[in-house]
């Protein structure tokens, strides 16, 4: 086995990378690329920046003196839009790019990552190419997909590599395996996910886009029907503004006028009664959902994961403990980890440790 495992995560207008390195068990390399708006604009799809984006990749690890030549083991990348998936580490297969490159179910920076993997991969000997955990994981017990409405299905969507990342670390603490124990996990930053994960399988989770959920630093979070319902047809926003509103100036931007945790922090430590009110009335929100998610898996869980930039919080830990500590130990991972599970993906298979799956037209689980 070669010493490396390169690394590509895209983003809308970065790209990170890194080169892993099997013998250290540690980044030896880790980058972000940022583009210019120009540049990208060039381009009439986001797929269509696949060797625009390679072509910096490489000439990068270049000037930092890396050859490729004969050192890499594997190359994996973010997974992006395909079909509903079972989590895990999957081939990047024909398919599966024909999917992502006709953007048959959406277009997101992320479709590049397999692209960007597999073009490499071939460039430097047909080696291995993965995805891990794309962001199309859908495993949802059937009950979660039920609405209340029959013409509206509830939906997947969650921060699943992260999520999945801190609970292996957990369950590295506790000396088991992901597949033998549950867990609820919260991450928390921009947006929030709060997972039930049944020995592994992400089971249910609120909308962490537009849907459901707490109130996050940006986002709406469930809201009243009614009240919802007026303001969709009281003419003062479209369509496109009232979704731009709930996803990016709601929650605590819209009550605090910030979402800098360290400010909002320092506005509750200096006796602000608004953002005291405001702040309490978020960690309430956040519990509520824990708490329902431990009754999902009818309260068998090994403790409560809480992840993403504001696990740095030592308030909000303070705060979530008091509510729900009586559920289970609380296991904190501040930041994300999703390079570190790209990699731990890859390398996973490459020790045989887990079978790398094949992308088919098969629906994961099958649709309702």
């Known amino acids: 086995m070669s010493d490396y495992i390169l690394v590509i995560n895209p983003g809308s207008t970065s790209t990170k990378y890194g080169l892993f390195s099997i ?114 994981v859908d495993e949802f017990c059937k009950e979660a997909y039920i609405s209340g409405y029959p013409k509206i299905r509830r939906r997947c969507r969650a921060h699943v590599l992260n999520i999945k990342a801190a609970a292996r670390k957990a369950c590295d603490k506790l000396n088991k395996k992901l597949e033998e124990i549950n867990f609820v996990a919260v991450h928390i ?14 089971i249910d989770v609120n909308n962490a886009l537009l849907g459901e959920g707490p109130f996050s630093p940006e986002r709406a979070g469930t809201l009243p029907l009614e009240e919802l319902i007026d303001i969709c047809y009281s003419g003062e926003f479209t369509k496109d503004e009232l979704k731009k509103q709930l996803t990016k100036n709601s929650g605590l931007i819209a009550y605090l006028g ?44 090994e403790g409560i994961i809480i992840t993403g930039g504001w696990a740095r919080s030592k308030l909000l830990i303070k705060c979530l403990k008091e509510r729900v500590g009586f559920l289970g130990e609380l296991f904190i991972f501040p930041g994300q980890f999703e390079m570190e599970a790209l990699a731990m993906g890859a390398l996973r298979v490459l020790n045989k440790e887990e079978t790398a799956k094949e992308y088919t037209d098969q629906f994961f689980p099958k649709p309702i």
């Open 23 to 136: 013998k250290k068990n540690a980044f030896v390399v880790e980058d972000d690329i940022r583009h210019k708006a120009d540049d990208l604009k060039a381009f009439a799809k986001v797929t269509d920046q696949d060797k625009f984006r390679k072509e910096i990749i490489l000439g990068e690890l270049k000037k930092q003196g890396f050859t490729l030549e004969n050192n890499l083991s594997a190359v994996v990348g973010r997974g992006g839009l395909l079909h509903p998936l079972e989590g895990g580490t999957f081939k990047i297969n024909a398919s599966m790019l024909e999917d992502l490159r006709n953007l048959k179910w959406g277009e997101h920076a992320s479709n590049l990552g397999a692209l960007l993997a597999d073009e490499i991969a071939k460039e430097y000997g047909d080696l291995p190419s993965f995805i891990v955990d794309s962001v199309s």
């Open 189 to 202: 930053g921009g947006g929030i996910s709060v997972v039930a994960l049944e020995k592994g399988h992400l």
């Open 258 to 301: 910030t979402n800098d945790g360290i400010k909002i922090e320092n506005m509750v430590n200096d006796g602000d009664e608004k953002a005291i009110t405001i702040f309490n009335a978020w960690i309430f929100q956040i519990a509520k959902h824990i708490g329902a998610k431990a009754t999902v898996l009818k309260g068998e869980i």
